[in-house]
């Protein structure tokens, strides 16, 4: 069974935008969000096209402000304090990764500097301890959308064992927080994880987010275990494209058409062991957006 986040998506999308319009007679404005996107890393502009453009579907205003990938942590610090200050607006997105002359320890000003009643990705501390503690509004975008995934799909959390491959602050932590919160048995793997295989092949609810294509394979899985697949990888090679989905996939026409393809980090072959699994591109990416959009309006309505 393929679990369709695109038409899911799209449903909360249609949820949203009567909240949108109702806030917009309200205040005479529809809700605003304003991203900040720093530099030219070819992958943020795509994501910010998306953001911006299903935004404006909703009824939302996006206002997107560009910084040369030159600009200094007081630069990017200045535009922050500016949105924070401004009462037009509702919701502040910058976009991951900043450039590297940013730095680890500028980005984290960056994202601290964030008023956390704007902060539509949830990454801002006092949200995180609020999620902690089960009491956030401002949940991170991805993995509050494999939480809807599964509820809207009938795919019962509670009682279950979910493993979280992954454990990096906007997608693996979180998400594990949020399916125990849910009262699921939540184990945690990652790089240093002995016996990965075995540990993940206990689960029902199997979340893969890693970064590297194909890497949960058949072996991984529980026959019938529900698998969430939250990679985006960008494959190039042809030779590994037609190892992970063999060399008569239809896939293979999109990859020679455009010389690229993009695969989660699942192999296509779990399907056949799996109860039910999302597709890469269409599950988990589109309800990232949409959840974003839930959370802009939800900030709009709770300051
Ligand atoms: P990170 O690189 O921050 O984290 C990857 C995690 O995977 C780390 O915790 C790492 O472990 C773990 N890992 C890496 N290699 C292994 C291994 N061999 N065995 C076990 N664990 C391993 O990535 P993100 O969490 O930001 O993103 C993960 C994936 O999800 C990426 O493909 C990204 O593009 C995608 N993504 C998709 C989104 C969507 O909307 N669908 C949104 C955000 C991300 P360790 O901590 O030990 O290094």
Same mark, same amino acid.
């Given at each position: 069974? *393929?679990?369709?986040?695109?038409?899911?998506?799209?449903?909360?999308?249609?949820?949203?935008?009567?909240?949108?319009?109702?806030?917009?007679?309200? #205040?005479?404005?529809?809700?605003? *969000?304003?991203?900040?996107?720093?530099?030219?890393?070819?992958?943020?502009?795509?994501?910010?096209?998306?953001?911006?453009?299903?935004?404006?579907?909703?009824?939302?205003?996006?206002?997107? #402000?560009? *910084?040369?990938?030159?600009?200094?942590?007081?630069?990017?610090?200045?535009?922050?304090?500016?949105?924070?200050?401004?009462?037009?607006?509702?919701?502040?997105?910058?976009?991951?990764?900043?450039?590297?002359?940013?730095?680890? #320890? %500028?980005?984290? *000003?960056?994202?601290?500097?964030?008023?956390?009643?704007?902060?539509?990705?949830?990454?801002?501390?006092?949200?995180?301890?609020?999620?902690?503690?089960?009491?956030?509004?401002?949940?991170?975008?991805?993995?509050?959308?494999?939480?809807?995934?599964?509820?809207?799909? %009938?795919?019962?959390?509670?009682?279950?064992?979910? !493993?979280?491959?992954?454990?990096?602050?906007?997608?693996?932590?979180?998400?594990?927080?949020?399916?125990?919160?849910?009262?699921?048995?939540?184990?945690?793997?990652?790089?240093?994880?002995?016996?990965?295989?075995?540990?993940?092949?206990?689960?029902?609810?199997?979340?893969?987010?890693?970064?590297?294509?194909?890497?949960?394979?058949?072996?991984?899985?529980?026959?019938?275990?529900?698998?969430?697949?939250?990679?985006?990888?960008?494959?190039?090679?042809?030779?590994?494209?037609?190892?992970?989905? %063999?060399?008569?996939?239809?896939?293979?026409?999109?990859?020679?058409?455009?010389?690229?393809?993009?695969?989660?980090?699942?192999?296509?072959?779990?399907?056949?062991?799996?109860?039910?699994?999302?597709?890469?591109?269409?599950? !988990? %990416?589109?309800?990232?957006?949409?959840?974003?959009?839930?959370?802009?309006?939800?900030?709009?309505?709770?300051?």
């Amino acid at each position: 069974m *393929l679990l369709d986040g695109a038409r899911i998506a799209r449903t909360i999308r249609e949820e949203v935008a009567p909240r949108v319009a109702a806030f917009d007679t309200a #205040h005479g404005r529809p809700p605003t *969000l304003h991203i900040v996107l720093v530099g030219d890393d070819p992958a943020s502009q795509i994501y910010v096209r998306n953001k911006e453009r299903a935004g404006a579907e909703a009824g939302l205003t996006v206002a997107v #402000h560009r *910084l040369a990938s030159s600009v200094t942590v007081e630069d990017v610090l200045a535009t922050v304090k500016s949105l924070n200050d401004d009462p037009a607006c509702d919701g502040i997105l910058v976009q991951a990764p900043l450039p590297k002359g940013i730095g680890k #320890h %500028g980005t984290e *000003l960056v994202f601290d500097a964030i008023d956390p009643r704007k902060d539509v990705d949830g990454f801002h501390p006092h949200n995180v301890g609020l999620l902690v503690q089960g009491r956030a509004v401002l949940k991170p975008c991805t993995p509050s959308g494999v939480v809807e995934l599964l509820d809207r799909t %009938g795919h019962a959390i509670a009682g279950k064992h979910a !493993v979280v491959i992954g454990r990096s602050e906007i997608v693996g932590k979180p998400m594990a927080l949020l399916l125990l919160q849910r009262d699921a048995t939540v184990t945690i793997c990652h790089s240093k994880t002995p016996d990965l295989v075995a540990t993940c092949a206990r689960a029902d609810i199997l979340v893969a987010a890693i970064g590297r294509p194909g890497f949960v394979t058949r072996e991984f899985v529980k026959a019938g275990a529900v698998v969430i697949d939250v990679g985006i990888n960008r494959v190039d090679s042809r030779e590994q494209a037609v190892q992970l989905f %063999g060399a008569n996939h239809p896939r293979l026409a999109g990859f020679d058409q455009r010389g690229s393809m993009i695969v989660g980090d699942v192999h296509p072959a779990v399907a056949e062991v799996a109860g039910a699994m999302t597709p890469v591109p269409g599950g !988990v %990416g589109p309800l990232t957006i949409a959840m974003l959009l839930k959370n802009t309006i939800e900030a709009a309505v709770d300051r």
